[in-house]
């Protein structure tokens, strides 16, 4: 059954077979191919929306990948889609992570905006990121928090959520 989330303030709508599954990835068969479990990771994503300081959403999820395999995150609204695929790759022992955005915008009186843009980030297993798909300093604001593991070596949430609690607590961004 899909279930449909409206986000009136800012006219998102999102449709999810489940909470979820605003996040996609191919599945792969790790468990049923050991050489795979070597190279699988794990990005761990903490996709915000506020705006005017209220909280509109706020998704966690994670998906296994592999280096060259895309993870994408879909956000539809009634003026807005976003469209991010999150591409890590492994080169001379060190990783990147590409995140590549489509962004259309109807804006009334002006008609429709198309941006796009390619970020080659360095990241390494444990370190976080933040991506804002429409800047910091746009109205909403769109934040997704990134975090890449070993695949198997991923904290538990509990983990996850005490850790994003200590770091707000201290003010630091989770």
């Not at 468990?31 to 699988?40: I, K």
């Amino acid at each position: 059954m899909i279930s449909a989330k409206v986000l009136s303030a800012i006219g998102i709508f999102i449709i999810c077979a489940s909470q979820n599954h605003l996040i996609e990835a191919q599945r792969l068969p790790v468990d049923e191919l050991p050489a795979l479990r070597d190279r699988a990771m794990v990005l761990h994503i903490t996709t915000k929306i506020e705006e005017n300081n209220l909280e509109l959403l706020n998704s966690v999820d994670s998906r296994v990948t592999m280096p060259g395999r895309p993870v994408i995150i879909r956000l539809v609204g009634e003026n807005l889609n976003i469209l991010i695929q999150f591409t890590p790759y492994l080169q001379e022992n060190n990783y990147t992570l590409v995140a590549q955005s489509q962004i259309w915008i109807n804006i009334p009186e002006r008609g429709m905006s198309y941006r796009t843009a390619n970020h080659s980030i360095p990241i390494d297993f444990g370190e976080s990121i933040l991506y804002f798909p429409l800047g910091s300093d746009h109205t909403p604001v769109i934040e997704l928090h990134l975090t890449m593991y070993r695949f198997g070596e991923e904290p538990r949430s509990e983990d996850s959520n005490r850790q994003g609690r200590e770091n707000r607590n201290r003010g630091n961004t989770p």
